[in-house]
């Protein structure tokens, strides 16, 4: 992609949001003036910010705007008002359109909540840490001799740094704890709660009575180390969910209401009861279930069937919420409310499918389940034990604080969210997404692999075959009509033609036929066989995504025939899993002996043709009755309750918003080469943490018996900790040094793809 | 030791004026778009 030149990539085939969509989703900031966030997928660069704010600035009832280049967004605050005239918000988008050829579209707001926890994280990692390093501080000065009132001094300097950073930082591990306790569960944060407590408390008693020992230094490096962890973790979610959200096409926030008097209103889509008529222009997205009352339009269905065949409406034909008029204007008669219709329908169908992946539990918390209780025994033994023996009950409770410092779960809260953010930040520079961390503990098991078909192992779009057999003129002409038009034939022929097209002045567009314009020389037709040449030809039906027919006065002049164009590596990448022991198969909607045809060009071991979604997703819990651990790779709509239902799932960015949210994965390139990297990373990363473990138990089988011997001063405490925190850390860092392989293509250009084809 | 009374709260000061100034950035959004900020200082014209 040549980089941000004004109209480098004029892309007006996706319908840009209107006025009035724009208004109803700007919250208002003050006086007059409203914010709008919008999400531009494309923006990569320094010259993209400055071209965009530039053009945004330049506008009259902007009062500014500023882009994030992280998270792919625009931030515009601008007036209602300009002198006196209501000002139209339509033009920010045009203005960013018109400086980079950059889609800008809305997005849905609603992960603010995460937002916030995130920053109270850091801020809590910030006031610990500052808390570690003074009182560490401190601690090295009593380590290294001060005694009697100076060592008092120190300590009590400690207790008090200590105590609001434990109130500050600890509050998320209390809460979850007590969350756990309540529940009549433990986790991994009990161990934490009570280590971080009981060691304050009796650093703090220790001090009141001229103890030589505190362990204030311990307590809040613990509290650190395990903030830090607990805060990557977020990050890692948050980050990946921003991604994702950010390319999200929002479905129509509201719909054009045509009133009994011919009076044209905009409104939210919530208000459109059944019985309203809608008015929808070519280019727009059906808001609610309804039947087409006048007019005629190819209507995009992919979002229901999976399949990029346009299929031709006309009045009386039924419709779903969310498909898109390609060509016409219609209509509408609504059917249900939008809470009803059939984007809802599918998605209390994923709500049911979700059953078995809620029961997952996290490798840490599995762990968590035998190392806490194991932990607080010996620590409640080593009480005992020293109290019974050895009668000396205060230095009882100073062993068994002992215990549980040494023993404090550092592998298991910071090595594993260590782990992951590494193995995301890698799949992330490959164009991988990941939602969350029990996502690549999920892959880590994967033994069978599921594809879809059109959209997943096909890229989805039409490519015109026989390209070499016409003649250079026809294809001029062809292209020079179907640039006119919106159908994705259309759309492959004019992009298949790279030298010059014939300039038609005037196109007619006949929905669900063709193109057609009266020229000198007679008219020119380009559309199905039985429009172009203007009478039945019982010889070959035209089935709609298969040929297109260019006619000169009802005489064909040329055929043009499409096919779905296979995803780039579909063939090796099946061949590596299937090398690798992976079981491979094929779920599609279509037509059996499409789906037949591609299976066995791919050399996939299974097959299913003609499946609903509910169908798709049985096939994937029956599988998982079997004990088979499935991977689903989708992106339809109709794949969401599959992807839901499967043990992890990847879906492609040109993926629809559901088959988006449904999948634990996400890739951006065009490439299936994703699918085998995302897998053998998530093994790696799987490895690194079992081996943490395993350093974790070797760390304690050499400690803790120095602790339950009563020899672990804060000094060796301190120490042992901190070593044995660098050391998970350092071998999670190994991941980013193997690894090599990567995918060479560019990511700003697939995801621009991707937010299109959206 | 009586040093200690001087350089102990001075030690605490300049560390809780370093937490403050990061908390401080962290407020006012500095750490929002850091793959942005990276571009913008190789911008040529003045700062709006």
């Known amino acids: 992609m040549s980089c941000c030149a004004p109209g480098a990539e004029g892309s007006f085939d996706r319908p840009l949001p209107s006025s009035?969509?724009?208004?109803?989703?700007?919250?208002?900031?003050?006086?007059?003036?409203?914010?709008?966030?919008?999400?531009?997928?494309?923006?990569?660069?320094?010259?993209?910010?400055?071209?965009?704010?530039?053009?945004?600035?330049?506008?009259?009832?902007?009062?500014?705007?500023?882009?994030?280049?992280?998270?792919?967004?625009?931030?515009?605050?601008?007036?209602?008002?300009?002198?006196?005239?209501?000002?139209?918000?339509?033009?920010?988008?045009?203005?960013?359109?018109?400086?980079?050829?950059?889609?800008?579209?809305?997005?849905?707001?609603?992960?603010?909540?995460?937002?916030?926890?995130?920053?109270?994280?850091?801020?809590?990692?910030?006031?610990?840490?500052?808390?570690?390093?003074?009182?560490?501080?401190?601690?090295?000065?009593?380590?290294?001799?001060?005694?009697?009132?100076?060592?008092?001094?120190?300590?009590?300097?400690?207790?008090?740094?200590?105590?609001?950073?434990?109130?500050?930082?600890?509050?998320?591990?209390?809460?979850?704890?007590?969350?756990?306790?309540?529940?009549?569960?433990?986790?991994?944060?009990?161990?934490?709660?009570?280590?971080?407590?009981?060691?304050?408390?009796?650093?703090?008693?220790?001090?009141?009575?001229?103890?030589?020992?505190?362990?204030?230094?311990?307590?809040?490096?613990?509290?650190?180390?395990?903030?830090?962890?607990?805060?990557?973790?977020?990050?890692?979610?948050?980050?990946?969910?921003?991604?994702?959200?950010?390319?999200?096409?929002?479905?129509?926030?509201?719909?054009?209401?045509?009133?009994?008097?011919?009076?044209?209103?905009?409104?939210?889509?919530?208000?459109?009861?059944?019985?309203?008529?809608?008015?929808?222009?070519a280019g727009e997205r059906v808001p609610v279930d309804g039947v087409v009352?006048?007019?005629?339009?190819?209507?995009?269905?992919?979002?229901?069937?999976?399949?990029?065949?346009?299929?031709?409406?006309?009045?009386?034909?039924?419709?779903?919420?969310?498909?898109l008029s390609l060509t016409g204007s219609l209509v509408l008669r609504a059917t249900t409310a939008a809470k009803d219709s059939f984007l809802s329908e599918v998605i209390s169908l994923m709500e049911a499918a979700e059953g078995g992946r809620a029961r997952y539990r996290r490798l840490a918390d599995r762990a968590a389940q035998y190392y806490s209780p194991a932990v607080h025994l010996l620590a409640l033994a080593a009480f005992l034990c020293w109290g019974f023996i050895g009668g000396d009950w205060k230095q009882a409770m100073l062993v068994s604080i002992a215990v549980l410092i040494i023993t404090c779960p550092c592998a298991l809260g910071l090595s594993v969210p260590v782990v992951q953010v590494v193995a995301a930040g890698r799949l992330f520079k490959n164009g991988i997404m990941v939602k969350d961390g029990s996502a690549m503990e999920r892959l880590e098991e994967v033994d069978a692999v599921l594809f879809d078909k059109t959209g997943t192992l096909t890229l989805g779009r039409p490519r015109l075959l026989n390209i070499d057999r016409i003649d250079e003129k026809h294809l001029a002409l062809a292209a020079g009509l179907a640039v006119h038009s919106r159908h994705p034939l259309s759309q492959a022929l004019a992009h298949a033609v790279s030298g010059p097209v014939v300039i038609f002045e005037t196109v007619k567009e006949i929905p669900g036929q063709g193109l057609e314009s009266t020229t000198p020389t007679g008219i020119y037709r380009l559309g199905n066989r039985y429009f172009a040449l203007s009478g039945p030809d019982e010889a070959s039906p035209g089935n709609g995504l298969s040929e297109t027919v260019l006619s000169l006065d009802g005489r064909e002049i040329a055929t043009f025939r499409f096919d779905d164009m296979p995803r780039p590596g579909a063939q090796s990448v099946v061949a590596s899993l299937s090398a690798k022991g992976f079981e491979t198969g094929m779920l599609s909607g279509d037509r059996r002996e499409v789906v037949a045809n591609l299976a066995i060009r791919l050399g996939l071991h299974h097959w299913q043709a003609e499946l609903s979604p509910k169908q798709k997703a049985q096939f994937c819990t029956s599988l998982a009755e079997k004990d088979r651990k499935v991977l689903m790779v989708g992106d339809g709509i109709n794949d969401a309750p599959a992807l839901a239902a499967a043990h992890v799932s990847i879906a492609p960015a040109t993926a629809t918003d559901i088959g988006r949210q449904a999948a634990d994965f996400v890739f951006m390139h065009d490439s299936l080469e994703a699918v085998p990297l995302a897998i053998d990373l998530s093994r790696r990363a799987g490895r690194l943490i079992r081996e943490n473990f395993a350093l974790a138990i070797g760390y304690n089988i050499v400690a803790v018996p120095i602790a339950l011997a009563g020899y672990a001063t804060p000094l060796i405490a301190a120490i042992a900790m901190s070593t044995s925190s660098i050391i998970v850390v350092a071998n999670a860092m190994r991941l980013n040094g193997a690894l090599t392989k990567s995918v060479p293509s560019n990511a700003a250009q697939s995801l621009g793809e991707g937010a299109r084809l959206a | 030791m009586n040093m200690l009374v001087y350089l102990i709260p001075i030690a605490l000061f300049l560390g809780g004026l370093g937490l403050c100034a990061f908390l401080w950035s962290l407020k006012s959004g500095q750490y929002e778009d850091l793959e942005g900020a990276s571009w913008r200082m190789l911008r040529d014209d003045p700062p709006e």
Request: net charge neutral.
């Open chain 1, 20 to 281: 009035a969509e724009l208004k109803l989703a700007s919250r208002i900031v003050g006086p007059g003036l409203r914010q709008t966030d919008l999400s531009v997928p494309q923006v990569h660069c320094g010259t993209c910010i400055t071209a965009i704010e530039k053009a945004l600035n330049g506008l009259p009832l902007v009062e500014r705007a500023r882009v994030n280049l992280s998270m792919k967004r625009v931030t515009i605050i601008w007036k209602e008002k300009v002198g006196n005239e209501p000002a139209d918000p339509a033009i920010l988008i045009t203005a960013i359109v018109g400086a980079t050829g950059y889609d800008a579209h809305l997005f849905a707001n609603m992960e603010d909540a995460g937002d916030m926890l995130q920053r109270d994280l850091i801020r809590a990692v910030a006031v610990s840490g500052f808390a570690a390093a003074n009182i560490m501080l401190l601690s090295v000065s009593v380590w290294s001799g001060a005694e009697a009132s100076t060592r008092d001094l120190f300590h009590w300097i400690s207790a008090m740094i200590a105590a609001p950073a434990l109130i500050y930082g600890g509050r998320f591990f209390y809460q979850s704890a007590w969350k756990a306790l309540r529940g009549g569960r433990t986790n991994m944060d009990v161990p934490i709660a009570l280590a971080i407590t009981l060691s304050y408390a009796a650093s703090l008693w220790e001090t009141m009575h001229h103890g030589e020992h505190a362990w204030f230094d311990a307590t809040v490096s613990l509290l650190f180390f395990l903030l830090i962890g607990r805060t990557l973790d977020h990050v890692m979610r948050d980050r990946a969910r921003a991604a994702i959200t950010g390319l999200a096409r929002l479905s129509p926030r509201g719909a054009t209401l045509i009133g009994a008097d011919g009076s044209r209103e905009y409104r939210a889509i919530e208000d459109i009861t059944p019985g309203d008529r809608i008015a929808i222009a």
């Open chain 1, 293 to 323: 009352e006048t007019g005629a339009s190819d209507m995009d269905v992919s979002i229901v069937n999976g399949e990029s065949a346009p299929k031709p409406v006309k009045p009386g034909d039924q419709l779903q919420a969310g498909t």
